[in-house]
T-cell receptor
Framework: EAQVTQNPRYLITVTGKKLTVTCSQN?????MSWYRQDPGLGLRQIYY???????DKGDVPEGYKVSRKEKRNFPLILESPSPNQTSLYFC??????????????FGPGTRLTVL | SQQGEEDPQALSIQEGENATMNCSYK?????LQWYRQNSGRGLVHLIL?????REKHSGRLRVTLDTSKKSSSLLITASRAADTASYFC?????????FGEGTQLTVNP
């Protein structure tokens, strides 16, 4: 089944404790992206990747890192989480980098709480 | 960057009625997409309209695009209780996808 998976689905952590949220897709997609969703702010793009070893900042990259060593995986790293990073996070992928016909497939979301 | 804006923010209708949601955007787009999200779940793509298209249909969905006004609308006809969800427009410009804040649609049985 074609899908985007994220782990963990729920995470409660404390300020400053490094964490990684994994994202994996099985559709051989080139483009992958991370979003955060907050009430009243909609979805905002954190980072995106056009292909292996190619990553770019989105709208709200501060406090986050990503890597794209393999095509299928695009982990989101919070080196020193802070309470303002409490949010619902979504990973997404698409066949290529958002051409005129590409659509994105979203993962189920990771609800992160930073105390 | 700037985000699109949906209107209304919330819409409550009876089953069988039509629901219309509007979206305004600010950039020059490659295309505009509409997504649906059930509470706390991932987004599901509904329909994509290219910048050179004016109207598109998919089942009970009808999307229009007016590039001169930088606006789009999503019409859901003959709504069902199962259509209750949040609906987001997303503008694609280059390799970036920018979402609006969404419209919460409630369809009452």
């Amino acid at each position: 089944e074609a899908q985007v998976t994220q782990n963990p689905r729920y995470l409660i952590t404390v300020t400053g404790k490094k964490l990684t949220v994994t994202c994996s897709q099985n559709m051989n997609h080139e483009y992958m992206s991370w979003y955060r969703q907050d009430p009243g702010l909609g979805l905002r793009q954190i980072y995106y990747s056009m292909n292996v070893e190619v990553t770019d900042k989105g709208d709200v990259p501060e406090g986050y890192k990503v890597s794209r060593k393999e095509k299928r995986n695009f982990p989101l790293i919070l080196e020193s989480p802070s309470p303002n990073q409490t949010s619902l996070y979504f990973c997404a992928s698409s066949r290529t980098g958002l051409t005129s016909t590409d659509t994105q497939y979203f993962g189920p979301g990771t609800r992160l709480t930073v105390l | 960057s700037q985000q699109g804006e949906e209107d209304p923010q919330a819409l409550s209708i009876q089953e069988g009625e039509n629901a219309t949601m509007n979206c305004s955007y600010k950039t020059s787009i490659n295309n505009l997409q509409w997504y649906r999200q059930n509470s706390g779940r991932g987004l599901v793509h509904l329909i994509l309209i290219r910048s050179n298209e004016r109207e598109k249909h998919s089942g009970r969905l009808r999307v229009t695009l007016d590039t001169s006004k930088k606006s789009s609308s999503l019409l859901i006809t003959a709504s069902r209780a199962a259509d209750t969800a949040s609906y987001f427009c997303a503008e694609t410009s280059g390799s970036r996808l920018t979402f609006g804040e969404g419209t919460q649609l409630t369809v009452n049985p």
